[in-house]
C-alpha cells in the first residue's frame, strides 16, 4: 500500500495512491481520516493525484542517519567502514516533500546529493530484538541526504553540513508492502545517472540498524531512519534536478535553487 501526504484546498491528509506509477494519469488518491498508522480508515474523497500537492509522507520528530554503509562510497571519499553503524541527526526541518526545493546555503560551495531508502518507524519502540523488527516498521520512501561536503570536512562534525534547512527530502509517498533486501537505488541529476546500487550492498541491514539504533532511543512513529548511500555522490548547481528512485517505491524529484 502507498500511502500519502496531500494537501488540497488548504487542507492537508493523509491517503492511499493508487493507479499504475508509469501511467501518472492513472494514479488516485483515497483521503483517509486521521494519522495512518493503524487500520485505514478511508472517508470516501478520491482526487486524481494530478490535482493535489503530495507533501513530504511523514513529519518525523527526528532523522537518524547512517554514514558509510555502503563500503565504495566510504572508500570514494577515502573512508574505512566503521566498527559499529555511524550514526547522526538531521534535524525536523530539514524535510522537504517532492514538490518543494533544496535551497542553496550560502556558507557552502559544494552541496552534494546521496541517494537513499529510508524507513519510517511505525510504532514507539525501544531495544528492538532483530526478530520483532518487521512489527515497527511502517513502510519505505526515498530520501536524498543533501550534504555540504566542503562544510562537513572543514568542521569535522556533521550538524551543519547534512542539517541545513531543506537538506533532507522525502517521498513521494511510503510503501508499506516492500521487503529492503535488494532494490535498485538509482540519482540522477538533470537526467544524467549518477549513481546506481542495490541495497543488497549495505553493511549492514535496515534490520541490524534498528536494532542498533533502539538500543540507545526510543524511536516514535513516524520518525525516520536514512541507510546510507551507495557510490556515485557528487555536487549540485543552482537550477539543477536531482531524482532519487527506488525500486517498489517510485522518484522523488527536486529542483535546486539559490537561498533566498
Request: proline share 8%.
Amino acid at each position: 500500500m502507498r500511502i500519502a501526504r496531500f494537501s488540497i484546498d488548504g487542507n492537508v491528509s493523509f491517503g492511499v495512491v493508487e493507479g499504475e506509477a508509469e501511467r501518472p494519469d492513472s494514479l488516485v488518491v483515497h483521503a483517509l481520516a486521521g494519522h495512518p498508522f493503524g487500520p485505514p480508515q478511508p472517508t470516501g474523497e478520491t482526487h486524481r493525484l494530478a490535482d493535489v500537492r503530495l507533501l513530504t509522507p511523514m513529519l518525523p520528530s527526528k532523522i537518524v542517519a547512517v554514514g558509510r554503509n555502503y563500503a565504495a562510497h566510504a572508500a570514494e571519499l577515502g573512508n574505512a567502514v566503521p566498527d559499529v553503524p555511524l550514526t547522526f541527526f538531521k534535524p525536523s526541518t530539514a524535510v522537504i516533500g517532492p514538490t518543494e526545493s533544496i535551497a542553496y546555503p550560502p556558507f557552502s560551495a559544494d552541496v552534494q546529493y546521496e541517494a537513499e531508502l529510508a524507513v519510517v518507524i511505525g510504532r514507539m519502540c525501544r531495544e528492538v530484538p532483530a526478530e520483532r523488527v518487521p512489527e515497527v516498521v511502517f513502510g519505505y520512501t526515498c530520501a536524498n541526504d543533501v550534504t555540504a561536503r566542503d562544510v562537513q570536512q572543514r568542521e569535522g562534525q556533521w550538524a551543519r553540513a547534512k542539517g541545513f534547512d531543506t537538506s533532507c527530502p522525502l517521498g513521494p509517498w511510503i510503501e508499506t508492502d516492500l521487503d529492503p533486501a535488494d532494490l535498485a537505488v538509482t540519482c540522477t541529476v538533470n537526467g544524467e545517472l549518477r549513481q546506481a546500487g542495490r541495497t543488497s550492498q549495505m553493511v549492514r541491514s535496515v534490520a541490524d540498524l534498528i536494532v542498533h539504533i533502539s538500543e540507545a532511543m526510543t524511536l516514535l512513529p513516524g520518525d525516520i531512519i536514512l541507510t546510507g548511500t551507495p557510490s556515485g555522490v557528487g555536487p549540485l548547481n543552482v537550477g539543477d534536478e536531482v531524482a532519487v528512485s527506488i525500486e517498489g517505491i517510485g522518484t522523488l524529484a527536486n529542483k535546486v535553487i539559490k537561498r533566498g
